[in-house]
């Protein structure tokens, strides 16, 4: 079965290169858009995208933004200049720092870390990490943070300064994507998202903030998939093969420690498996887990489903209004 299933999520990126043209080609047609924006993380999702941007309308049409803020890592922005010149598309360099600053993103942040933390200065490193749901237990976060001298400290998050923290950061994702869509009407362009298959399906993205977009390139694909692009799209190599981060918050922070279950190899396998009905005893044979575990892993994908799906939600409306209708046709 499990060989099956690795043959399952490799792709003939050729023909799914083509294919993600066209359809980006026929997207912009129906919207009556001239070319794309893409935010540039230094991350292989974006980059990908990037390189799917001008397969659809050729480099002169695409522009990229990278936009770092005092959290983000000092390597983004250079892996993120590296796609952009591989590329040969214009791009500019946005500091959100400062709009950050002005909204009280920071201030926010720190007021919930200094309720776990009385003595946290707002010079610390921090990070939150999701703890328990493989062991058996409710999944929680905890916050982490680092003292300038190397100490580490770590507590279990209260729900009103998780929510806070979250809220708080979540302003880095929003205020980036109003950035792009600025520069998408000033240039009569389209906004790009870039969320693979786990991260759609799970609801890891921010509402208005990189959950939105006018297309979605790689929605459908899982992550090794995309990782596989990137090797024919001829990225920076340390782009094609970036290990996946939030790059969130000033601790460097895998997606698996705040979000998933398991790294997002394995992620890939036990979503394509459930997607598939394959029994749970088969995925702990392949991840190396015991059956129980894969049950929990399962449930996890199912629940982040449910709880997330106000993530994918369109407005409510008090009654329809048929001649406008949600998706262009």
Same mark, same amino acid.
């Given at each position: 079965m499990f060989k099956l299933i690795d043959e399952a999520l490799r792709l003939d990126a050729g023909a799914e290169v083509e294919r993600i043209r066209k359809g980006m080609q026929k997207? &912009?047609?129906t919207m009556r858009r001239r070319g794309l924006v893409v935010g540039i993380s230094g991350g292989v999702d974006s980059g990908v995208c990037?390189?799917?941007c001008v397969e659809a309308v050729g480099r002169e049409r695409v522009f990229g933004l990278l936009m770092p803020e005092k959290d983000s890592s000092g390597a983004s922005v250079e892996l993120g200049r590296q796609v952009a010149e591989r590329l040969g598309i214009d791009y500019a360099l946005e500091d959100i720092a400062p709009t950050l600053e002005a909204v009280g993103c920071y201030r926010w942040r720190d007021e919930a870390i200094r309720s776990v933390f009385p003595e946290y200065d707002g010079t610390w490193k921090n990070k939150i990490v999701i703890q328990g749901g493989l062991d058996g237990g409710f999944n929680h976060f905890n916050l982490v943070v680092e003292k300038p001298d190397g100490e580490r400290l770590e507590s279990r998050l209260p729900l009103k300064a998780y929510l806070q923290i979250v809220a708080a950061t979540n302003y880095k994702q929003r205020t980036r994507k109003?950035?792009?869509y600025f520069h998408a009407d000033r240039l009569n362009y389209a906004v790009v998202g870039?969320?693979?298959r786990l991260e759609y399906d799970q609801g890891f993205f921010v509402k208005n903030g990189d959950g939105s977009a006018d297309i979605k390139p790689i929605a459908h694909l899982y992550k090794s998939q995309v990782y596989q692009l990137a090797?024919?799209?001829d990225l920076p190599e340390a782009v094609a093969t970036a290990k996946p981060t939030t790059d969130t918050y000033s601790l460097e922070q895998g997606q698996d420690e705040f979000y998933f279950s398991l790294p997002y190899d394995k992620m890939d396998l036990a979503l394509w498996s459930l997607n598939n009905d394959v029994p749970a005893a088969e995925l702990a044979s392949k991840l190396g887990i015991t059956e129980e575990q894969a049950e929990r892993v399962y449930a996890d994908i199912a629940s982040k489903r449910k709880t997330t799906r106000y993530q994918h939600?369109?407005?409510? &409306?008090?009654?329809a209004v048929p001649e406008i209708g949600h998706a262009l046709t």
């Open positions: 997207a &912009l047609q990037a390189a799917l109003a950035i792009e870039t969320p693979n090797q024919f799209l939600a369109l407005p409510v &409306l008090m009654e």
